[in-house]
């Protein structure tokens, strides 16, 4: 188990990370409270969804993720992070 400590992690730093690897992912959701989402960026855990080829802008400060646990895509303000654990 590795645990990163978050200061100034970068969106692009995030989603190399849940691209190699499933991780605990805890955060400060909009309303407050706190979360941990276990979630993932590797293929192989996503099922082919019309979402995968969204053509909505980007928004750089918030990254979509699927939530391994929801089954469902989730997403998470970079700025809100906390800790990434990779399990």
Do not use: H
């Not at 692009?12 to 309303?31: G, P, R």
């Not at 941990?36 to 082919?48: A, Q, S």
Request: contains cysteine.
């Amino acid at each position: 188990i590795m645990t990163i400590d978050l200061k100034a992690i970068t969106r692009e730093t995030v989603a190399s990370i849940l691209k190699m690897d499933i991780a605990n992912v805890t955060f400060t959701k909009a309303d407050g409270s706190e979360r941990v989402m276990k979630c993932t960026l590797v293929d192989e855990y996503i099922p082919n969804t019309d979402e995968r080829t969204s053509t909505r802008a980007v928004n750089e400060s918030v990254l979509p993720v699927w939530d391994i646990d929801k089954n469902a895509w989730r997403s998470f303000r970079i700025d809100s992070v906390k800790a990434i654990q990779v399990i």
